[in-house]
């Protein structure tokens, strides 16, 4: 992927780069820089750049940086050549010429040229795209290839893979911070989450009231954070509408300080989705939710719920409490009021109180009813609430799902974060 940028001076031509590297430091520091040795240690020391140094040109520096040139590391080279003593270039500068005009690569050889690659490649948004190559049941080879395809002509593209035992949000903070060191008036990067929902839920956290867009890219089972917000959920229509750069605020949200993009689910939503496990989700994809779900609803028993909102408290017992900041419709025990809506700076709570098994059935299906019409259901066994702050205890302590993720909890405050998320989407904010 093409996030270097190659420095190369003659004897008589140093201290010119040198000078080129200061006057455009903030520039030239997002990206990793690559010269031959002797130009590199000089820019380092002068300079103040970090340099990742090759051999010098005697001993084949200049065609170690062709060689990156090819396998597509570098975005432009610098080659400040000896005009006056050089009456033809050594073989290595003609093989580096050459490669670079195949490869389509920028080529400056004089102080102006170089001047206005780098003030080209200052144009492109600084992008870190957090990749997870095991989300969904695709190639992630072919996925990533696609996605740099479509937006490295666009923005300047690091890409970060995922590890299995880091957490992306520790991988997002990081991208975020080197964002905000090197961000302009004119121009911020941005943060590409491609993956599951777990991986967008985590990266999208790390985004919250930082102002930074975020692009997203599903790749996983239900994609339930696309189709919430009506993002596309195709590759390649999910990288155009990144390129195209339009931004949308919508709301975010806190429980118990743990992030919340989506949703939060209490008894049965929490063991509808602990059931749900890999294996499951590999074998069956969104059906292992439709499975778990109705596994979950025959074996869930009721509990005592407290919730304190505005400064009410309301008792009742219930076996399911959901808190949605936004929700697809197949999300059914977020509709009671038939949509969530995610920018208008409230909390949706969706809890059914039915005191019979076949009250339950009824009700279910009144929230299926209001999902597919979008329409508020009217359902004397179902409590419905918009709040931009609550607080739920449950007796016994009842799993808790976060965005995917199951974690005990008791009690449990939310509070949403109005317009706390910037993102690439296809409609603008108003």
């Known amino acids: 992927m093409p996030l270097s940028i190659a420095l190369i001076a003659q004897d008589n031509r140093k201290n010119e780069i040198v000078v080129l ?45 062709a060689a ?65 190559p095991v989300a969904g049941q695709g190639n992630p080879d072919r996925d990533l290839e ?59 956290g790390a985004t919250i009231d930082t102002g930074i867009p975020l692009g997203v890219i599903p790749r996983g089972t239900a994609n339930a954070f696309s189709v919430a917000l009506g993002l596309p959920t195709n590759l390649r229509l999910a990288c155009e509408t990144i390129a195209a750069g339009n931004t949308r605020m919508v709301d975010a949200a806190y429980c118990n300080k743990i992030p919340m993009i989506l949703l939060a689910g209490v008894g049965f939503e929490a063991g509808m989705v602990n059931n749900a496990n890999r294996e499951l989700k590999n074998r069956l994809g969104t059906l292992a939710y439709v499975l778990s779900g109705a596994q979950q609803f025959f074996t869930q028993q009721d509990f005592q719920a407290q919730i304190e909102i505005d400064g009410q408290i ?77 607080k739920l205890t449950t007796e016994p302590t009842q799993k808790l799902v976060v965005d995917g993720e199951v974690f005990d909890e008791n009690p ?5 974060v109005p317009n706390g998320l910037t993102i690439f989407s296809r409609l603008s904010s108003v």
């Open 146 to 204: 696609m996605i740099r395809r479509i937006l490295e002509p666009q923005m300047n593209l690091h890409t970060i893979f995922t590890q299995p035992e880091l957490d992306p949000a520790i991988q997002a903070k990081e991208a975020i911070a080197k964002i905000q060191a090197n961000q302009t008036e004119d121009q911020t990067g941005c943060v590409i989450a491609s993956g599951g929902d777990g991986t967008v839920s985590a990266i999208a």
């Open 314 to 390: 309301l008792e009742f017992k219930t076996g399911a409490v959901t808190v949605a900041n936004a929700a697809p419709a197949t999300s059914i025990m977020a509709q009671g009021f038939g949509a969530v809506i995610p920018d208008d700076g409230l909390l949706e709570v969706t809890i059914p109180v039915s005191k019979t098994w076949l009250e339950g059935i009824n009700t279910s299906a009144a929230l299926l009813t209001s999902a597919l019409a979008k329409s508020e259901v009217e359902d004397q066994n179902l409590i419905r609430l918009r709040t931009n702050k609550l």
């Open 21 to 65: 590297a200061k006057k455009y430091y903030s520039i030239l520091a997002r990206y990793d820089l690559i010269a031959t040795s002797g130009t590199g240690q000089k820019i380092e020391q002068e300079a103040g750049l970090s340099v990742n140094k090759v051999k010098s040109s005697s001993e084949g520096g200049i065609l170690q940086i």
């Open 68 to 132: 990156q040139v090819v396998t597509g590391e570098v975005v432009g080279v610098i080659f400040l050549m000896d005009g006056l003593n050089s009456q033809t270039p050594e073989p290595d500068c003609q093989a580096l010429i050459r490669i670079c005009n195949f490869y389509d690569i920028p080529l400056a050889t004089n102080i102006s040229t170089a001047e206005l690659s780098i003030q080209a490649v200052a144009k492109l948004r600084d992008a870190y795209l957090i990749f997870n």
């Open 412 to 416: 449990i405050e939310f509070i949403c």
